[in-house]
């Protein structure tokens, strides 16, 4: 049965305090099925395509080959991977009515995670000469998670629910090794965030601030990578701070938050995870599932036929999030902490319609309506 599976874990690895804020937390699409594949990596990290290529193409190449190219491509591909991350959990954490209950928290918290997490992988990017191409890299719901990682879990976007958390949020943080889960088949999230600081110590690339954003945002920084040592350490806040790492359990700080994977945990099993005598365990202290606003999945396609006022809210939500992401290209594209704070402030923007839309019942079928997180195309001007 599906919800034993998750019955015990290792514990949660201990995770440096670096926490981007909520207002971070919001505007990045899921991930599409079908979405084309790069075959090849790029001539230079100039060059490096949309990313939305094979990790098991990536992982496939020798490590003796990987170059500043394959880094490139392995890092545009960590960029789908990390917004493909953030809807969901945005999805989740707007459905609760008490944003101020323990869940909603633990939630918004991971959410901001995931966005510095994106800021730390377009940062990498530019250092070796890249570009991060974030709307580029925007997919649909629902859909597989980018190059193939974690093959098997469908990505969607859904009001929370226990099923949600162990389907989506848990299945996509889940760690590369656990005592409760059988031998991988695709490459996980971990093992491709290890094989990349591989190749950045096996390549030594040279490494350059300019371009790379700096910004402090509600008592965190996201600060410009200049050499080998800030690679590191920034590729394992993502791992720690994701699944958690090999490390024992034991190590986890008395005033640290576990790794995403576990705290998803708690929320499906509603107990806080503890170690007992026979290994860490849910059995702490009780996390109460929220009362919710019951957003329905969205759909293939989208919500088809909606009343004229959910088309709207739909667009105005898709307008709105288009921005951020073309702002958020903009940040790292030269506009610097300046196009970074543009789109924060729209991100600020997304969270009213998308309520109103979770508020909005579905006529003829269960639920409700909710954000479909789905980039508009530029406009284009005939000739």
Same mark, same amino acid.
């Given at each position: 049965?599906s919800?034993?599976?998750?019955?015990?874990?290792?514990?949660?690895?201990?995770?440096?305090?670096?926490?981007?804020?909520?207002?971070?937390?919001?505007?990045?699409?899921?991930?599409g099925?079908?979405?084309?594949?790069?075959?090849?990596?790029?001539?230079?990290?100039?060059?490096?395509?949309?990313?939305l290529?094979?990790?098991?193409?990536?992982?496939? $190449?020798?490590?003796?080959?990987?170059?500043?190219?394959?880094?490139?491509?392995?890092?545009? $591909?960590a960029?789908?991977?990390?917004?493909?991350?953030?809807?969901p959990?945005?999805?989740?954490?707007?459905s609760? &009515?008490?944003?101020?209950?323990?869940?909603?928290r633990?939630?918004?918290?991971?959410?901001?995670?995931?966005?510095?997490?994106?800021?730390?992988?377009?940062?990498?990017?530019?250092?070796?000469?890249?570009?991060p191409?974030?709307?580029?890299?925007?997919?649909?719901?629902?859909?597989p998670?980018?190059?193939?990682?974690?093959?098997?879990?469908?990505?969607?976007?859904?009001?929370?629910?226990?099923?949600?958390?162990?389907? $989506?949020?848990?299945?996509i943080?889940?760690?590369?090794?656990?005592?409760v889960?059988?031998?991988?088949?695709?490459?996980?999230?971990?093992?491709?965030y290890?094989?990349?600081?591989?190749?950045?110590?096996?390549?030594?690339?040279?490494?350059?601030?300019?371009?790379q954003v700096?910004?402090?945002?509600?008592?965190d920084?996201? &600060?410009?990578?200049?050499?080998?040592?800030?690679?590191?350490?920034?590729?394992?806040?993502?791992r720690?701070?994701?699944?958690?790492?090999?490390?024992?359990?034991?190590?986890s700080?008395?005033?640290?938050?576990?790794?995403?994977?576990?705290?998803?945990?708690?929320?499906?099993?509603?107990?806080?995870?503890?170690?007992?005598?026979?290994?860490?365990?849910?059995v702490?202290?009780?996390?109460p599932?929220?009362?919710?606003?019951?957003?329905?999945?969205?759909?293939?396609?989208?919500?088809?036929?909606?009343?004229?006022?959910?088309g709207?809210?739909?667009?105005?939500?898709?307008?709105?999030?288009?921005?951020?992401l073309?702002?958020?290209?903009?940040?790292?594209?030269?506009?610097?902490?300046?196009?970074?704070?543009?789109?924060?402030?729209?991100?600020?923007?997304?969270?009213?319609?998308? $309520?109103?839309?979770?508020?909005?019942?579905?006529?003829?079928?269960p639920?409700?309506?909710?954000?479909?997180?789905?980039?508009?195309?530029?406009?284009?001007?005939?000739?």
């Amino acid at each position: 049965m599906s919800e034993e599976s998750d019955g015990s874990a290792v514990a949660p690895f201990k995770r440096r305090s670096f926490l981007a804020s909520a207002a971070l937390a919001a505007g990045a699409p899921a991930v599409g099925a079908g979405a084309g594949e790069a075959t090849a990596a790029p001539a230079t990290a100039s060059q490096a395509a949309p990313g939305l290529g094979s990790v098991a193409r990536l992982l496939a $190449v020798p490590e003796n080959d990987r170059g500043v190219a394959w880094l490139a491509s392995a890092l545009q $591909v960590a960029v789908g991977l990390e917004l493909a991350t953030i809807p969901p959990y945005l999805c989740g954490w707007w459905s609760i &009515r008490d944003q101020g209950s323990q869940v909603a928290r633990m939630i918004r918290r991971i959410a901001a995670d995931e966005m510095y997490h994106l800021g730390i992988v377009c940062n990498l990017l530019v250092a070796i000469g890249g570009r991060p191409q974030i709307k580029a890299a925007a997919p649909v719901f629902p859909g597989p998670l980018p190059g193939g990682v974690r093959a098997g879990v469908t990505v969607y976007l859904s009001g929370l629910t226990k099923p949600f958390v162990r389907d $989506v949020m848990m299945a996509i943080e889940a760690p590369e090794e656990s005592l409760v889960r059988n031998a991988q088949t695709s490459p996980t999230v971990g093992e491709f965030y290890t094989d990349m600081l591989k190749a950045f110590h096996a390549v030594r690339p040279r490494l350059t601030v300019h371009g790379q954003v700096s910004e402090h945002v509600a008592g965190d920084d996201l &600060r410009p990578l200049a050499d080998l040592e800030d690679v590191e350490r920034a590729i394992e806040i993502i791992r720690e701070q994701g699944e958690g790492t090999a490390g024992s359990p034991a190590e986890s700080f008395e005033d640290d938050h576990p790794a995403h994977y576990y705290a998803f945990g708690e929320i499906y099993h509603g107990r806080e995870l503890r170690r007992t005598d026979e290994g860490w365990q849910y059995v702490g202290a009780p996390v109460p599932f929220p009362e919710v606003r019951p957003m329905a999945p969205v759909p293939v396609g989208g919500w088809r036929n909606p009343p004229a006022r959910v088309g709207q809210l739909l667009f105005r939500f898709d307008a709105t999030y288009s921005t951020v992401l073309d702002k958020l290209d903009a940040a790292w594209s030269g506009g610097g902490h300046r196009a970074l704070n543009a789109a924060l402030h729209a991100m600020r923007a997304l969270e009213d319609p998308a $309520v109103e839309l979770m508020e909005t019942k579905i006529p003829h079928a269960p639920g409700n309506y909710g954000p479909q997180f789905r980039a508009l195309p530029r406009p284009t001007h005939a000739s």
